[in-house]
């Protein structure tokens, strides 16, 4: 194993599948994605990108890319006047809005880092993100800026809180004369975006993204389900996560179509607004097949004519619930794999696989399918030695290829083990079988790693154990998973008390 930051440094890349001499072959032209919002804005200008649906506070917005453009710029001007500079990181706090997904793109245009944090975490886990982050800035709901300011007084790197009303509107265009960076800058070796997860034991690992890691999972996205500018996206999961900041959000940007954004999933207006809003394609986790299931909704009075189907991922995907959704809605799901570490999603079912093989795939070998390998990505099954396994046999799940993480951040540990045969380890069991054309079908069996997957949602258990252990009266606490009908596994504790104590159950 190597013990040195440049072997490290050396096994990621390769793990990043660039090649070993001359220059790195970077499939994706553009130099950052502010580059991609320009182009898009000015090729079609008024073209809705952006539809904005809070069903709560019975809140909606429609931005055009000309008008997103605008709101982006006048944010990338409002960044560097508060002496922001290529690579430093500000935070997020704020569940799905426009407003945070103006200040990624933003961010992009000038080579910032961004940490969205996950505001149903607790107080403790976000300031431990925000001092390892780095973060210098924290940019929260207004709803939720008293909040933020504790979470900054426990966070001494972050120097301002602002929330949203402090930006500027970006009605009207901004001259970028203003930004101390170049337009053309090349940022797509640039860090982009900070996402934390759960580790098996201790704190959060930071995962780094880089602005090429963005472009390039997205651009394999498009290609995988041949998105053009007349497949409209919509994305009910949260964008402080990867699928719902790449898989919706940049995607569609990049395909130059629209996105219709959700504040989050409501089961009562879900169908409605896919048929409303003629959306094709919305990604998912099996926790809202599940709710969906359970409403039971009648369908007939929507016009789906215009949907193709479900992505689904995060999460354990039960047989019994995808054979369920598929029989009662008619609609197909396309279960898929990835990871924060790997970007976003390295391999998914293919659209226009007929419904028997998909159900073959699904039921056959005891476990659903995650589909096929995307494209500038290679997946495999390796034992404990990093040695290939053959088809049948189960093994650890590696991936490498352009998707790869930039590392973890301010873990060199956790990299050289994670990169220790150069690709990256993703800690899941699995085993693969091959179709008819030779082509590798892979499947999950477990965790190598003891995480406990609560819908998509990944749990440490040594930190839920840290946490029963400080309640007085427990002697002993074990984190543990159990099945789950909605979120595919919940968390559960065995606890000891100490004699004599009166800590109840609850």
């Given at each position: 194993?190597?013990?040195?930051?440049?072997?490290?440094?050396?096994?990621?890349?390769?793990?990043?599948?660039?090649?070993?001499?001359?220059?790195?072959?970077?499939?994706?032209?553009?130099?950052?994605?502010?580059?991609?919002?320009?182009?898009?804005?000015?090729?079609?200008?008024?073209?809705?990108?952006?539809?904005?649906?809070?069903?709560?506070?019975?809140?909606?917005?429609?931005?055009?890319?000309?008008?997103?453009?605008?709101?982006?710029?006048?944010?990338?001007?409002?960044?560097?006047?508060?002496?922001?500079?290529?690579?430093?990181?500000?935070?997020?706090?704020?569940?799905?809005?426009?407003?945070?997904?103006?200040?990624?793109?933003?961010?992009?245009?000038?080579?910032?880092?961004?940490?969205?944090?996950?505001?149903?975490?607790?107080?403790?886990?976000?300031?431990?993100?925000?001092?390892?982050?780095?973060?210098?800035?924290?940019?929260?709901?207004?709803?939720?800026?008293?909040?933020?300011?504790?979470?900054?007084?426990?966070?001494?790197?972050?120097?301002?809180?602002?929330?949203?009303?402090?930006?500027?509107?970006?009605?009207?265009?901004?001259?970028?004369?203003?930004?101390?960076?170049?337009?053309?800058?090349?940022?797509?070796?640039?860090?982009?975006?900070?996402?934390?997860?759960?580790?098996?034991?201790?704190?959060?690992?930071?995962?780094?993204?880089?602005?090429?890691?963005?472009?390039?999972?997205?651009?394999?996205?498009?290609?995988?389900?041949?998105?053009?500018?007349?497949?409209?996206?919509?994305?009910?999961?949260?964008?402080?996560?990867?699928?719902?900041?790449?898989?919706?959000?940049?995607?569609?940007?990049?395909?130059?179509?629209?996105?219709?954004?959700?504040?989050?999933?409501?089961?009562?207006?879900?169908?409605?607004?896919?048929?409303?809003?003629?959306?094709?394609?919305?990604?998912?986790?099996?926790?809202?097949?599940?709710?969906?299931?359970?409403?039971?909704?009648?369908?007939?009075?929507?016009?789906?004519?215009?949907?193709?189907?479900?992505?689904?991922?995060?999460?354990?995907?039960?047989?019994?619930?995808?054979?369920?959704?598929?029989?009662?809605?008619?609609?197909?799901?396309?279960?898929?794999?990835?990871?924060?570490?790997?970007?976003?999603?390295?391999?998914?079912?293919?659209?226009?696989?007929?419904?028997?093989?998909?159900?073959?795939?699904?039921?056959?070998?005891?476990?659903?399918?995650?589909?096929?390998?995307?494209?500038?990505?290679?997946?495999?099954?390796?034992?404990?030695?990093?040695?290939?396994?053959?088809?049948?046999?189960?093994?650890?799940?590696?991936?490498?290829?352009?998707?790869?993480?930039?590392?973890?951040?301010?873990?060199?540990?956790?990299?050289?083990?994670?990169?220790?045969?150069?690709?990256?380890?993703?800690?899941?069991?699995?085993?693969?079988?091959?179709?008819?054309?030779?082509?590798?079908?892979?499947?999950?069996?477990?965790?190598?790693?003891?995480?406990i997957n609560r819908g998509g949602v990944k749990y440490s258990p040594f930190e839920i154990e840290e946490v029963l252990l400080s309640i007085p009266g427990v002697s002993v606490g074990l984190a543990i998973a159990f099945d789950n009908d909605w979120y595919g596994e919940e968390v559960g504790a065995y606890v000891v008390r100490v004699a004599g104590s009166a800590v109840t159950e609850a």
């Amino acid at each position: 194993m190597p013990n040195d930051a440049r072997s490290t440094r050396e096994l990621i890349r390769a793990a990043h599948g660039y090649a070993d001499t001359g220059p790195d072959v970077l499939r994706v032209s553009y130099h950052s994605l502010g580059a991609v919002l320009r182009d898009r804005a000015a090729a079609q200008p008024d073209a809705v990108f952006l539809k904005y649906f809070d069903d709560d506070a019975g809140e909606s917005a429609v931005w055009s890319y000309r008008q997103f453009a605008q709101h982006v710029d006048a944010a990338a001007v409002f960044l560097t006047g508060l002496g922001l500079q290529a690579g430093d990181c500000f935070a997020t706090l704020s569940n799905n809005h426009p407003v945070p997904a103006v200040l990624l793109f933003a961010a992009w245009k000038l080579g910032l880092i961004v940490a969205p944090q996950n505001v149903s975490e607790d107080d403790a886990r976000i300031a431990f993100i925000l001092r390892d982050a780095e973060a210098k800035l924290l940019i929260a709901h207004p709803a939720l800026r008293n909040r933020a300011q504790r979470l900054a007084a426990d966070a001494s790197q972050v120097k301002q809180v602002l929330s949203f009303d402090d930006m500027p509107s970006g009605d009207t265009s901004v001259s970028l004369a203003a930004l101390a960076t170049p337009a053309e800058a090349d940022y797509r070796r640039q860090p982009a975006l900070l996402v934390y997860t759960s580790g098996t034991t201790g704190h959060p690992k930071g995962v780094l993204l880089t602005q090429y890691n963005l472009m390039i999972n997205a651009t394999g996205i498009i290609a995988w389900h041949g998105l053009d500018a007349h497949t409209r996206l919509m994305c009910v999961l949260p964008i402080h996560h990867v699928n719902g900041i790449v898989v919706t959000l940049i995607t569609a940007l990049m395909a130059g179509t629209s996105l219709v954004l959700n504040r989050g999933f409501k089961v009562s207006t879900f169908w409605k607004r896919l048929s409303e809003e003629g959306v094709a394609i919305v990604s998912v986790v099996p926790t809202i097949l599940q709710f969906l299931c359970e409403a039971d909704e009648d369908l007939s009075a929507h016009d789906l004519s215009r949907f193709h189907y479900f992505l689904c991922g995060a999460g354990t995907l039960p047989v019994s619930l995808v054979d369920r959704f598929e029989t009662r809605f008619g609609v197909p799901v396309l279960h898929g794999y990835g990871l924060s570490e790997t970007t976003a999603f390295t391999c998914a079912m293919p659209p226009g696989m007929d419904v028997a093989s998909r159900r073959h795939l699904y039921a056959h070998f005891g476990y659903p399918s995650i589909g096929t390998v995307f494209p500038h990505c290679e997946m495999a099954i390796h034992d404990p030695d990093g040695r290939d396994l053959a088809r049948g046999e189960r093994g650890e799940i590696v991936i490498r290829g352009h998707y790869i993480m930039d590392g973890y951040f301010h873990r060199p540990d956790a990299n050289a083990e994670t990169f220790k045969h150069a690709w990256f380890r993703s800690g899941d069991e699995g085993f693969f079988e091959t179709d008819e054309q030779g082509r590798p079908y892979y499947f999950i069996t477990g965790r190598l790693k003891e995480l406990i997957n609560r819908g998509g949602v990944k749990y440490s258990p040594f930190e839920i154990e840290e946490v029963l252990l400080s309640i007085p009266g427990v002697s002993v606490g074990l984190a543990i998973a159990f099945d789950n009908d909605w979120y595919g596994e919940e968390v559960g504790a065995y606890v000891v008390r100490v004699a004599g104590s009166a800590v109840t159950e609850a």
